[in-house]
């Protein structure tokens, strides 16, 4: 699949050319393990690295709404799968590389399943212990995500 070209939806704020972005990144479990996806070639920011499930708060959905969305366009993963879900207070991440300041809302989802089905956002994924993820090429807010939820 090859990246569509961004056009915001009526209500949609396109954090594109602002500093401050919000965003949630979201580390799904099952049975001890974390999905990670290991982002598209075809994105702006971060191509290549791994990352938990993510995606900018720009509409009116709350943060729960938009982590189930998320999971559900970048996973394959419903609303039914998801057992429980933790937000968390808010990271700040600098990315000066990017002229981005993220403000990062960790959220840990805990699922029932490991069948997933990727977009065009992920090159890859994968379920990983802790230990495992942190030897990945991880963004700076997902390992401080994971540092927060696995310490």
């Known amino acids: 699949m090859t990246r569509p070209e961004f056009v ?10 602002l500093r401050y972005a919000p965003v949630i990144n979201t580390v799904a479990t099952y049975k001890g393990k974390i ?7 075809e994105l702006r920011h ?3 690295w791994w990352n938990g499930i993510s995606g900018y708060l720009d509409d009116h959905l709350d943060i729960a709404a938009k982590v189930y969305e ?11 799968h998801v057992k429980s879900l933790r937000i968390e207070r808010p990271l700040i991440q600098e990315a000066p590389e990017y002229g981005k300041t993220w403000l ?24 990983f212990t802790p230990a495992e993820a942190r030897k990945l090429q991880l963004l700076d807010g997902c390992a401080d995500v ?6």
């Open 8 to 17: 915001p939806k009526p209500g949609q704020v396109d954090f594109t050319g």
């Open 46 to 48: 971060y191509p290549g």
């Open 104 to 127: 990062v809302i960790p959220v840990l989802a805990i699922v029932t399943t490991d069948a997933i089905t990727l977009n065009w956002e992920a090159a890859d994924a994968g379920w």
């Open 70 to 80: 998320e999971l559900r366009e970048e996973a394959g993963l419903h609303a039914h």
């Open 146 to 151: 994971l540092a927060h939820f696995f310490p």
């Open 35 to 41: 999905l990670l996806t290991q982002r598209s070639h």
